[in-house]
């Protein structure tokens, strides 16, 4: 039973355009959530979090938005750089974390 | 200091060897993880220890043994590993386990393959 979700594998876009990667959850009791993004043969590096009683929080060009009603949260880059090229996990914390399978995000200069 | 260690950044072992995998952090963490990671898979949790002791074990083979000689320390000991053991394993700390608002940080990884 996957608790996290993360439905697309992966997503292309063009430098300087937004990307939106998306992230589902199950369990509402989850009450903080992660985004990791990882470089090949390295470990995650934490990006930016959320607490469940904020619907947004802004890091730079990193937004991370909520939908608790809708157990939806999502990772905006704006603008998306080509070092952005990487996997991004989204993570719940429910004591441990669980993580999604991960969205590749391919930047094109 | 916001980083966490882990050596040796390779290890190519025969499934009779024993080895040893280390990871270290100086951020006054006492919570610290051990996870396995596949290519193109989430970080699949191993163990977690709190406070230097063993809280989680997640139903881990006998032949990977954790051990935490001090809240800086992790250690995990291999030992008969099998080929489908091959895998980046990733040490990770956090302020503490219980705690919600609570990052992990993870190391870079020790990209083990057994033969």
């Known amino acids: 039973d996957q608790q996290v979700k993360q439905n697309s594998p992966s997503l292309s876009v063009q430098e300087g355009r937004i990307s939106i990667l998306n992230c589902d959850y199950t369990?509402?009791?989850?009450?903080?959530f992660l985004w990791y993004k990882k470089y090949p043969a390295e470990g995650p590096t934490f990006l930016i979090s959320?607490?469940?009683?904020?619907d947004k929080n802004e890091d730079g060009r990193f937004t991370v938005f909520l939908n608790k009603s809708a157990k939806h949260l999502s990772l905006h880059i704006v603008p998306s750089q080509p070092g952005d090229s990487a996997v991004y996990f989204c993570?719940?914390?429910?004591?441990?974390?669980?993580f999604g399978q991960g969205t590749t995000l391919q930047v094109k200069p | 200091d916001t980083e966490v260690t882990q050596t040796p950044k390779h290890l190519v072992m025969g499934m009779t060897n024993k080895k040893s995998l280390k990871c270290e952090q100086h951020?006054?963490?006492?919570?610290m993880y051990w996870y396995k990671q596949k290519a193109k898979k989430p970080p699949e949790l191993m163990f977690v220890?709190?406070?230097?002791?063993?809280?989680i074990n997640e139903s881990v083979p006998s032949r990977f043994s954790p051990e935490c000689p001090n809240s800086s320390l992790l250690n995990l000991h291999l030992h008969a590993l099998q080929p489908e053991d091959s895998a980046l394993y990733l040490c990770a700390s956090s302020q503490r386990l219980a705690a919600s608002y609570n990052e992990q940080f993870f190391g870079p990884g020790t990209r083990l393959t057994v033969l």
């Open positions: 959320i607490s469940s009683i904020k």
């Open positions: 369990n509402s009791m989850f009450d903080y």
């Open positions: 951020m006054g963490h006492r919570a």
């Open positions: 220890y709190s406070y230097e002791k063993l809280s």
């Open positions: 993570a719940a914390s429910g004591g441990k974390l669980i």
